[in-house]
Antibody, heavy 119, light 110 residues
Framework: QVQLVQSGAEVKEPGASLKVSCKAS????????FHWVRQAPGQRLEWMGA????????YYSQNFQGRGTITRDTSATTAYMELSSLRSEDTAVYYC????????????WGQGTLVTVSS | QSALSQPASVSGSPGQSITISCTGT?????????ASWYQQHPGEAPKLIIH???NRPSGVSNRFSGSKSGNTASLTISGLQVEDEADYYC??????????FGTGTKVTVL
């Protein structure tokens, strides 16, 4: 069974940068698309962006274009999400989500990483 | 990209049926057949319950069903059970090669 294991909770100061990792176990890492979805406390899910693990193509929500970067390391079967210029509104649980390429469904979710932005 | 519109809350008694709507535009829900639904219990990650408008993953109860008309997708829960009490989110692929989620609906079992 494929699992997605994310890095641990983080506390950041406003203006700092964040990098969250998502380690995927199982086969055929490059057959998948890895998405990042966040959820602020008591709020809705928000799609941030995605990367096709095979060719590295990335897609971003307008809300994160320019401030967010999604990468992957195929040898480590790990996807990463970086967010810069953090502000208090970025306080949220960040989920890594796996989609079999062109299936258009979010089958597997990581456990979530709580990020708190506070001075 | 604006969030898809869902009712904030829906409630029903055990055994009843409820329907949750998810309204978007011709650039998302109305423009393809890739609407999905996710169930989220408190403190847990969301779980896929419907994909491609009306398809259920294996292991998901057949009490959950999906449909679409125009720019609105719908999730129906039949034979409502206590364990169905959760937050539900719709999602759609968009014409910009991105995804958008709905505003979320809290389902309460009376």
């Amino acid at each position: 069974q494929v699992q997605l294991v994310q890095s641990g909770a983080e506390v950041k100061e406003p203006g700092a940068s964040l990098k969250v990792s998502c380690k995927a176990s199982g086969n055929t890492f490059t057959s998948y698309v890895f998405h990042w979805v966040r959820q602020a406390p008591g709020q809705r899910l928000e799609w941030m962006g995605a990367i096709k693990a095979g060719n590295g193509n990335t897609y971003y929500s307008q809300n994160f274009q320019g401030r967010g970067t999604i990468t992957r390391d195929t040898s480590a079967t790990t996807a990463y999400m970086e967010l810069s210029s953090l502000r208090s509104e970025d306080t949220a649980v960040y989920y890594c989500v796996r989609e079999l390429e062109d299936s258009f469904k979010f089958d597997d979710w990581g456990q979530g990483t709580l990020v708190t932005v506070s001075s | 990209q604006s969030a898809l519109s869902q009712p904030a809350s829906v409630s029903g008694s055990p055994g009843q049926s409820i329907t949750i709507s998810c309204t978007g535009t011709s650039s998302d829900v109305g423009g393809n057949n890739f609407a999905s639904w996710y169930q989220q219990h408190p403190g847990e990650a969301p779980k896929l319950i419907i994909h491609a408008v009306s398809n259920r993953p294996s292991g998901v109860s057949n009490r959950f069903s999906g449909s679409k008309s125009g720019n609105t997708a719908s999730l129906t829960i039949s034979g409502l059970q206590v364990e169905d009490e959760a937050d539900y989110y719709c999602s759609s692929y968009t014409s910009s090669n991105t995804y958008v989620f709905g505003t979320g609906t809290k389902v309460t079992v009376l």
